[in-house]
């Protein structure tokens, strides 16, 4: 056995060219395969990431009525003792984030829209997504303010600015009445056309307040330690707060139609990698044909000094393999540092697909994904198309004609 | 009993286009410790010959008999492993594993035979010093001259210990001094260890050093010659 190891390993070697131009084309598949699907994941996570970071959280806390009808009335009572069982009920909680949120209309004087009142802990809420980095004009609320900052969407909207004062008209806990006039401190940049175009932001007290919801909120919003406790994190509190109306959903849970839609929008990137995987395929038989047919002639003779055809076709099979994880371990490994560089370094959007990105909401920028599995799934289905592919020269042994093989 | 009998073998290349008539009706024997010799101008059907007794292709009629076992039916894979025990190879162009040295070149066969690993290695050394090449062992086919590379493949016939060694103008491609070196390492094998040696050439040298003679002419035996003293007007 050693013996067709040492054979076969020796023979990638011997022609070093041919060996590496083989190695390339496996490493450039991998690199092709993974950059695509960095791509094509990528947008998909920066808007998921916007969505968990600006509006459902990783894990939320609501009163159990709440997801069948998002009104007030079926908002919780939320103190400081809450919030400590909340943090006792698992260790990879990071931080958490009382809102409350209502339907409001919104008006200049002149104008009126309907709009999202969050109430908010402004500190807490930067800290969670930097929300004052995406302060556009003014200033950022605080805690005890009586202000309010609008999504700019909004502000362009009522033709509103910094400085004017914004009417608020609703409805409270309860059926009571709600309106208020705030002064607008800020105008922010949410990265989400939906919040743009409507969000108010208040500091919690004084929403609660107005909203007659003195120490309630409807939402309570949970950050894991890392992203990968979602889900234990959210098991932990609904078995914590069991007993009562309390229900802990995860992202994911939370927003079905956005994951539908990604899938709907996969199935163009999905047909174009198979596309990608059939070239490579066809890229790899190119350059194993031309391999096999130079080699006729050596098979024919070790075919007709005694060698069974098994034996060759392993030591065949060995050379596939080794130069298949050569080039697969070297293209995981290669496309991890590009695709590092430009998920660190995005690409900048310019002229009209920067202006198309923008007017969704988002970054101008290319982002793209470095989701670990993406590099192993690529690598895997690259080894298996290559090592489908090299079974050719496997079927070619098992029917060469010796006589044949060492004429040519 | 023969070593090798053909019996009225015939071989038609193209039946069904151009039919070339490569052997017509040949029936010969060899006997064990024969030093054979086919000759015969291009075309006359001695690698034809050669590669049915070797069993490396099959006849359109007649039969090929080594030690008494009739090869023609054999399935392909009992053929390979019969070839493997029964024949030793060389061809023209050395044919040599490249990327072996000459030991493992030669221990490669005994390897295909399952042997001993301890005893390939010995034997390997031991056929290296016979064919002259003691100093060479570790040499790879590339580094080796033509000649050098062809004592490697008669050396390599030998390892898997065959009934005997067929050899396609193992003398083509060399100088006449390597061919009659090589020449006078076949026929003292043949002489003190009884080794049968079946070869095709052209070379009129090679020729006068056989001590038996098949002239081939469009694909039939023209004429079968025996010559006590082939064998013995090595110079040394
Ligand atoms: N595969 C084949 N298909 C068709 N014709 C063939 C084939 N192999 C050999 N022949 C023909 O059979 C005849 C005998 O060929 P063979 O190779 O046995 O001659 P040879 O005596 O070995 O010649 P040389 O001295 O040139 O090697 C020739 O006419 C050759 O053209
Ligand atoms: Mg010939």
New interface residues.
């Given amino acids: 056995m050693l013996t067709y190891f040492k054979l076969a390993w020796r023979n990638i070697w011997r022609n070093r060219r041919r060996t590496l131009i083989t190695v390339s084309a496996i490493v450039f598949a991998v690199i092709a395969a993974v950059f695509m699907q960095s791509m094509n994941r990528g947008s998909h996570e920066m808007m998921l990431d916007n969505m968990v970071r600006f509006s459902t959280g990783y894990v939320q806390l609501q009163d159990y009525r709440y997801d069948d009808e998002s009104s007030l009335d079926n908002s919780f009572y939320y103190d400081s003792s809450v919030r400590d069982r909340v943090l006792d009920a698992d260790p990879n909680i990071d931080m958490i984030l009382p809102r409350i949120e209502t339907f409001m209309l919104a008006a200049n004087g002149a104008a009126t829209r309907g709009s999202i009142l969050l109430g908010i802990d402004p500190e807490k809420e930067h800290r969670f997504n930097e929300l004052e980095n995406r302060l556009s004009k003014g200033r950022f609320i605080e805690r005890d303010d009586a202000a309010v900052m609008l999504g700019e969407g909004l502000a362009e909207r009522l033709q509103l600015t910094v400085g004017d004062t914004l009417v608020l008209i609703g409805r409270g806990r309860f059926g009571m009445s709600a309106s208020g006039l705030y002064e607008i401190a800020g105008i922010v940049e949410f990265p989400i056309r939906d919040l743009n175009n409507q969000v108010v932001l208040l500091p919690l007290p004084e929403a609660q307040y107005l909203l007659s919801a003195d120490d309630y909120i409807t939402s309570l919003l949970i950050a894991p330690r890392s992203d990968r406790h979602t889900g234990s994190v959210a098991q932990s509190l609904n078995e914590a707060f069991a007993d009562e109306e309390l229900v802990a959903y995860t992202w994911a849970e939370l927003l079905p139609e956005l994951l539908e839609l990604f899938e709907f929008d996969l199935a163009v990137p999905r047909l174009l990698t198979v596309v990608l995987y059939i070239v490579i395929g066809f890229g790899f038989f190119g350059t194993i044909l031309t391999m096999t047919l130079e080699r006729l002639r050596e098979f024919g003779v070790l075919l007709s000094v005694g060698m069974k055809r098994g034996k060759l076709a392993l030591v065949v099979f060995l050379e596939t393999l080794f130069i298949s994880i050569i080039g697969v371990l070297t293209g995981v490994v290669a496309s991890w540092l590009i695709i590092y560089y430009f998920h660190r370094n995005p690409v900048e959007l310019t002229g009209d697909a920067a202006q198309a990105v923008v007017d969704m909401g988002w970054d101008p920028i290319l982002p793209m994904s470095f989701a670990a599995d993406q590099f192993y799934t690529q690598g895997f289905f690259v080894f298996a198309i290559a090592m489908i592919v090299f079974l050719f020269p496997l079927l070619k042994i098992v029917k060469l004609n010796i006589l044949e093989a060492a004429r040519s | 009993m023969a070593l090798v009998r053909t019996e009225n073998l015939s071989k038609v290349y193209n039946p069904d286009t151009v039919p070339v008539h490569a052997l017509r009706d040949v029936s010969v024997t060899i006997e064990p410790g024969e030093f054979t010799s086919i000759v015969g101008p291009s075309g006359s059907g001695k690698t034809t010959l050669l590669?049915m007794i070797?069993g490396?292709?099959k006849p359109s009629s007649g039969k090929v008999f080594i030690n008494g076992t009739d090869i023609t039916g054999m399935k392909?894979?009992k053929l390979?492993?019969f070839?493997?025990r029964n024949i030793g190879?060389v061809?023209q162009h050395y044919?040599l594993?490249?990327?072996?040295t000459a030991r493992?070149n030669i221990s490669?066969?005994m390897?295909?035979?399952n042997r001993d690993k301890k005893e390939m290695l010995s034997r390997a050394d031991e056929l290296l010093d016979k064919v002259g090449l003691g100093d060479r062992k570790d040499a790879r086919p590339k580094e080796m001259s033509g000649g050098q590379q062809q004592r490697v493949a008669v050396a390599?016939a030998l390892a898997?210990e065959p009934k005997f060694i067929l050899a396609d103008e193992p003398t083509a491609n060399l100088d006449s001094s390597s061919a009659m070196n090589l020449l006078d390492i076949m026929s003292r094998m043949n002489k003190e260890q009884n080794v049968t040696f079946v070869f095709s050439t052209h070379d009129q040298r090679v020729i006068d050093r056989a001590r038996r003679v098949i002239t081939m002419v469009d694909g039939a035996v023209d004429s079968d010659e025996r010559r006590e003293n082939g064998n013995d007007n090595e110079k040394e």
């Fill in positions: 590669n070797g490396l292709d392909d894979s390979i492993d070839r493997l190879f061809f044919n594993i490249p990327v072996f493992e490669f066969i390897l295909l035979q390599r898997s």
